[in-house]
């Protein structure tokens, strides 16, 4: 599956970050679908499938979320707890989780619900095509890619998420001195995902010293305490796995 191209114009030439999975929801899921996506799921405009973007719409997160305030945006937000833990510590900041699969939002959509947020929005749709068009230039101000999808057979790495390319999204979404944050527990994709942004002339990585673990050399930032131990960590640190955290400041124009 591939993805659209820069400017629109061909349909999904690079790859997508994700493969379709089951979207059946459980009856919880399904009523907080109900309840909550008309306020909080953004109805956006689409491409020729059901997760692409019309490349002609762009976001004005004033208007969608009501008022002037910084913006965080997850990518791959899963089931929203990231974003969750942090909407409810930060109610200051506005919070924009991007999510291909239903039931990951119907989660979040329940625990906006459950916590009574109002500085969280969802859309559901594939990551490239939100940055490349639909997100407004230097909008953002810090972007999120916790845990994504490490595509571990050679075929698949075509597939994964952070490539220079998709750095090159990155920073021109993120305002200047904007962040991006990283991390992931496989070893041979958090070097890829180093290299891809270490190669860019449009970040700066805040912690270029040696690096520990799994993975040699500098370049590893301490743990996110603003990242919640979600489930998903703690099982793979219960399985002996590594988690390598990223972070990068997008230079000043």
């Known amino acids: 599956m591939n993805s659209m191209n820069d400017d629109g114009t061909d349909f999904r030439r690079r790859p997508v970050s994700f493969v379709r999975r089951s979207a059946r929801l459980s009856t919880g899921q399904q009523r907080a679908w109900d309840n909550y996506s008309g306020r909080f799921l953004i109805d956006i405009p689409r491409g020729r499938a059901d997760t692409s973007v019309d490349p002609g719409y762009v976001l004005d997160p004033a208007v969608v979320f009501g008022r002037e305030a910084p913006l965080v945006v997850e990518v791959g937000s ?38 009574e947020l109002t500085n969280v929005r969802l859309i559901q749709a594939n990551a490239p095509e939100m940055l490349t068009t639909a997100l407004p230039a230097a909008s953002v101000r810090e972007l999120w890619v916790f845990f994504p999808d490490p595509w571990h057979k050679n075929r698949h790495h075509k597939r994964r998420l952070v490539s220079p390319h998709f750095a090159s999204l990155a920073a021109r979404v993120l305002e200047p001195a904007g962040l991006w944050r990283l991390a992931t527990d496989w070893a041979g994709y958090a070097r890829v995902m180093r290299n891809a942004v270490d190669a860019s002339d449009e970040f700066t990585n805040l912690h270029p010293g040696p690096g520990t673990g799994a993975v040699p050399a500098g370049g590893w930032a301490p743990r996110f305490e603003g990242r919640v131990m979600t489930s998903f960590e703690k099982k793979a640190l219960d399985a002996g796995r590594t988690v390598h955290d990223l972070t990068y400041r997008r230079k000043p124009d």
């Open 78 to 115: 899963g089931a929203g707890e990231a974003v969750i833990h942090a909407a409810a510590r930060h109610p200051d900041v506005n919070f924009l989780a991007i999510e291909v699969y239903t039931p990951g939002l119907a989660q979040t959509l329940m625990q906006i619900g459950r916590q």
